[in-house]
């Protein structure tokens, strides 16, 4: 193929293919001889292939570069490679990564296309293609053998690719044999070297350095007739119409292939695959098994077959890549006629019949051991009812109810007849369950409560309720002794006695609430119930199992236990099954309960239907959404083990978009990262779709210790990680997988050594902390200073306001007293003196007594300012109202309010409310001495931080045009005022005219 010299053929070679020869000879002349044998018997007709396997394909929508692809090998990592014509592909189950382009020239030639693939043992993957052979090694790709420019493409279309466990690769042609090892052509060292190749049309054997000739008997060994593949070290061979395959060092035949034949294998359990031109069949207990291309699901016109390490059956096609997994065994699915085949409820009679509810409506009937279901016929009837529960009297009788409709009654042959649909002012328009006998007593599960039927009667009674909230009844089991146990929506466990008429809750015997949807009692006697998510044994005392212990987070609906031992749940995400013996043994431990097929059809079945009782046969129903599920009793659930995770890529991404690339041991994490991605998987080809993922993060290398799973992310089925916001320093990521809920007490790790900006270095941290520490000193010094400022400032405004208190009291009451003083002198003069003018004194002691109340005003006025007990707004315009009404009625004058609805919860210091009440005490004074007003409006509103003051007067006015700018004479008043008001940064505003009244406007912030 390359102009290289053939590797030498020993004499044992040359001898043992003489003899081949002439026994060729001798066999043909004797098969002319003899006369012509009779015909086999015809092959059972084929049946078709997904009988008996689940088919799954993969094509361009699901990854895949291009439509056909070429082959498919198994790593030693347990990864599958995948060549189409210009791409390979490594493949963990889920996602497809590409290797890249194996050089420019490929690159730059589009008639170069890969043909076969190898996967060494030491990791390499051999590609042959049109121009040579390529590498791809570590990452990297190498061309170790080119095609002469001059040499023939067919040689290299009809060569063949294999290995052995040590690592060497043999590529066979027409004339000679190339080894490779390490992305290179090397020669044979000793006798390390193993395995078989085709040379010249003719298997070969290579054992060290020699190579055993085995030709095919029967066979020409022209190259194009004849084609060698090897599975686990096993050859097999297609020689025209018949599979060999290589056992007890002679070639047997093992099946007639089809015509157009490209790949052939015999898996693990004896069944030959064939695959070509005419789709791929399966051969097996004398029997094929097809799947002809344009009949089945997918395009399956196969290239390539591989069967993997778990068993599993690969097929390169024309139509993307395929995997056939067998389906489980010792369990069959009996779907309902139409395209609705679910079934919702069941009965199975005393002589192994099964009465089913279909989920399209109406009833069947499936004979023991049978395989069909038949329609039962009730004439007359409605063919759109749809049947929740099912009884089957012992006459023959049917009883059936409804999800909507009540409660129906009949006989085969005739119609059915509504029974009840109301008991007792109580719509029953939903029966959930049936239990006991029509002839002794009906018991009828309602979406109302719990109702019985007497046969001597046609009303259904209530039964006793102890809750008298308690509806919706989903199962009623009759225990052995007659006691009934009730499960119901939202509800305690209701429990009845033999005789019907005591009903107690189990709420109170540790029986956690929730709702509970069947019932069981096993073999060894023990009681079972099946809630939302978990599992109770009603013993004492109560076990209660869930997620923890393998379930789904799913109604359980039905619960059956084998002879075998082993407890069957249905629930609303398949069947789980749990050993007996060992939940009695270790009720506490993780994972006693396992999804049965895991891998296959029937994983994730929806078991929403009853079943009422067990058949004579022992055989397991399970009414569920896609039909009668018939399970043999033999049957078990295998368990798994979790796959090790695997990382495959650590990169992280700056914040300018560029990306740093780590290896699947870590990365080096530059300080301007903005995040780092992980990438991981694991391996288990059987059920990719079923692995799940949970990581942690921890701050340098965690310490061995017992797993917390407070300190793992769980992630699902994702297999890829975004950390943001690392640190400085060094962070350990792991990951582990679980299968079946069960994780991996091992996973992979990486490490991320995170540096460190220049400010979160040692070096100018201490600078930092320098700086620091004096901004801290100013800091310190500046807040030392301002809260001096802050202690001056509030010393000074109470020495002002002190000053203020002495200057009211000094200047209001001094001058009061003193008034006081000097007016009972002069009256006591008058009444004492030699004339005695009583009417003198008496006026003077009036002066008093008024002088006296004005000084008890002012006293008054001065303690409300200084008392904290009046520091808000609301109470300031309470004063100012009442303040206003007394000062009018001392007066004569007659005084309206107009006050806010709302008032703002605030505080007002001391000073601003003696101001204000000065304000308007003033005004309202000159408003009664030089106004003479009838009437005085006062009017205060809250506008934000403004206090807004009007006082208005129908007097005679005044023009206060004529004030002075300097407000001096007998406009000193005003002055004042005005000057109060600026001290609290408001205005003081008056408008008056001769003979029109004065309006004084005040706006003072509070």
């Given amino acids: 193929m390359t102009g290289r010299m053939p590797r030498t053929i020993s004499t044992r070679q040359r001898f043992t293919g003489r003899t081949l020869a002439c026994a060729m000879a001798v066999v043909a002349a004797c098969a002319a001889w003899h006369p012509a044998r ?270 993997d390490s778990t068993g599993t059956i690969w097929a390169a096609t024309e139509g993307g890549l395929v995997r056939f997994r067998r389906r489980t065994q010792g369990v069959r699915v009996i779907a309902a006629a139409g395209i609705v085949p679910g079934v919702r409820a069941a009965w199975i009679a005393d002589d192994g019949t099964t009465w089913v509810t279909p989920e399209r409506g109406g009833v069947c009937r499936l004979a023991a051991g049978g395989d069909r279901l038949e329609s039962v016929e009730f004439p007359g009837s409605s063919e759109n009812l749809r049947f929740e529960t099912i009884l089957v009297g012992a006459a023959g009788d049917v009883w059936l109810g409804t999800d909507g409709a009540g409660l129906w009654h009949g006989v085969p042959g005739s119609h059915l007849t509504q029974l009840m649909f109301a008991a007792e002012e109580r719509r029953m328009a939903v029966i959930a369950a049936l239990a006991g006998s029509p002839r002794t007593r009906l018991w009828i599960g309602s979406g109302e409560g719990l109702f019985y039927l007497d046969p001597d009667s046609t009303t259904p009674r ?66 079972w119930a099946g809630g939302n998510g978990r599992l109770m044994r009603l013993s004492t005392p109560v076990e209660v199992f869930d997620a923890t212990h393998g379930l789904p987070d799913a109604a359980i609906t039905q619960i059956e236990d084998s002879a075998s031992g082993l407890l069957w749940l249905g629930t609303r995400d398949g069947l789980f099954a749990g050993d007996l013996a060992v939940i009695d043994r270790s009720p506490a431990r993780r994972g006693l309960f396992r999804r049965f097929d895991a891998d296959g059809p029937l994983a994730h079945v929806n078991c929403s239907g009853r079943i009422n009782k067990r058949g004579p046969a022992d055989e397991l129903f399970f009414p569920s959404a896609q039909g009668l599920v018939v399970l043999d009793p033999a049957a078990t659930v295998l368990r798994r083990t979790a796959p090790l995770a695997i990382i495959e890529s650590v990169t992280a991404t700056r914040h300018d978009g560029s990306i740093v690339e780590g290896g699947p041991e870590g990365i080096t994490v530059p300080a301007d990262a903005a995040a780092v991605a992980v990438q991981f998987t694991a391996i288990h080809m059987a059920a990719p779709e079923a692995l799940r993922f949970r990581y942690r993060l921890s701050r340098g290398v965690p310490e061995e210790s017992p797993l917390v799973d407070d300190d793992w992310m769980p992630v699902g089925r994702e297999r890829r990680v975004v950390i943001r916001g690392l640190t400085a320093g060094r962070h350990t990521f792991e990951v582990r997988a679980s299968l079946d809920g069960k994780y991996a007490t091992e996973g992979a790790a990486a490490s991320f050594d995170v540096e460190a900006h220049f400010w979160q270095r040692p070096g100018f941290i201490a600078a930092c902390g320098a700086a620091g520490a004096a901004a801290v000193a100013a800091v310190v010094l500046a807040v030392v200073r301002q809260r001096y400022r802050r202690r001056l400032a509030r010393e000074r405004e109470l020495q002002q306001e002190r000053e203020r208190i002495a200057r009211d009291i000094h200047d209001d009451l001094g001058a009061g007293l003193t008034q006081v003083a000097h007016l009972s002198a002069m009256a006591a003069d008058h009444d004492h003196g030699q004339g005695h003018d009583h009417d003198a004194a008496r006026a003077l002691f009036q002066r008093i007594c008024t002088a006296t109340t004005g000084l008890t005003r002012s006293l008054d006025e001065i303690v409300w300012a200084v008392n904290p007990a009046n520091d808000s707004l609301d109470k300031l315009v309470s004063y100012l109202a009442e303040f206003a009404q007394e000062f009018a009625a001392a007066a004569g004058v007659a005084c309206r309010l107009d006050l806010p609805d709302d008032v703002p919860d605030r505080v007002v210091s001391s000073r601003v409310r003696h101001n204000v009440c000065m304000l308007l005490k003033e005004s309202l004074n000159n408003a009664v001495m030089h106004g003479m007003p009838g009437e005085v409006l006062v009017t205060i509103r809250v506008d934000g931080d403004v206090l807004r003051l009007t006082v208005l007067d129908d007097g005679r006015g005044f023009d206060s045009g004529a004030i002075p700018p300097d407000e001096s004479g007998r406009h000193s008043g005003i002055s004042t005022m005005r000057h109060r008001a600026s001290e609290l940064g408001g205005r003081l505003a008056i408008e008056s005219l001769p003979g029109t009244g004065t309006t004084v406007h005040i706006a003072v912030e509070v």
């Fill in 38 to 307: 009779s015909e086999a018997p015809p092959s059972p007709t084929p049946k078709s292939l997904l009988d008996d396997y689940v088919l799954r394909q993969w094509t361009v929508e699901d990854g895949l570069p291009e439509r056909v692809v070429q082959c498919v090998g198994e790593g030693s990592d347990g990864y599958l490679w995948v060549a189409t014509f210009r791409h390979l592909l490594r493949f963990d189950g889920i996602r497809f990564v590409d290797a890249g382009s194996p050089g420019a020239d490929f690159d730059a030639d589009p008639h170069e296309i890969m043909l076969r693939l190898h996967a060494a043992a030491d990791g390499a993957v051999y590609v042959l293609t049109t121009r040579g052979v390529r590498c791809f090694r570590a990452g990297s790709w190498a061309t170790p053998l080119s095609a002469p420019a001059d040499g023939d493409a067919d040689d290299w279309r009809n060569a063949t690719l294999t290995g052995d466990e040590q690592g060497f690769v043999h590529l066979g042609g027409h004339a000679d044999l190339t080894t490779f090892r390490a992305a290179a052509v090397v020669e044979v060292p000793g006798n390390e070297a193993s395995g078989w190749t085709m040379v010249g049309g003719v298997p070969q054997r290579v054992v060290g350095r020699d190579i055993e000739s085995h030709p095919v008997p029967d066979h020409s060994h022209t190259e194009d007739s004849l084609h060698l593949e090897v599975h686990d070290g096993t050859p097999t061979v297609i020689a025209g119409a018949t599979v060999y395959r290589w056992n007890d060092e002679a070639w047997e035949a093992v099946a007639t292939c089809p015509a157009l034949t490209r790949s052939a294998l015999v898996d693990r359990t004896g069944g030959t695959w064939c695959g070509g031109d005419q789709g791929i069949r399966e051969y097996r207990h004398d029997r094929w098994s097809v799947l002809d291309t344009g009949k089945a699901p997918v395009n399956v016109a196969v290239r390539a077959l591989l069967e």
């Fill in 462 to 527: 209530p039964a006793p309720e102890p809750n008298a909230n308690a509806r919706a009844v989903e199962d009623i089991f009759p225990d052995a002794d007659g006691t009934l146990w009730i499960g119901r929506q939202d509800d305690a466990i209701s429990q009845i006695d033999a005789a019907g008429e005591t009903m107690r809750r189990l709420d109170g015997a540790g029986v956690p609430p929730g709702s509970v949807w069947s019932f069981h009692r096993d073999r060894r006697g023990s009681l």
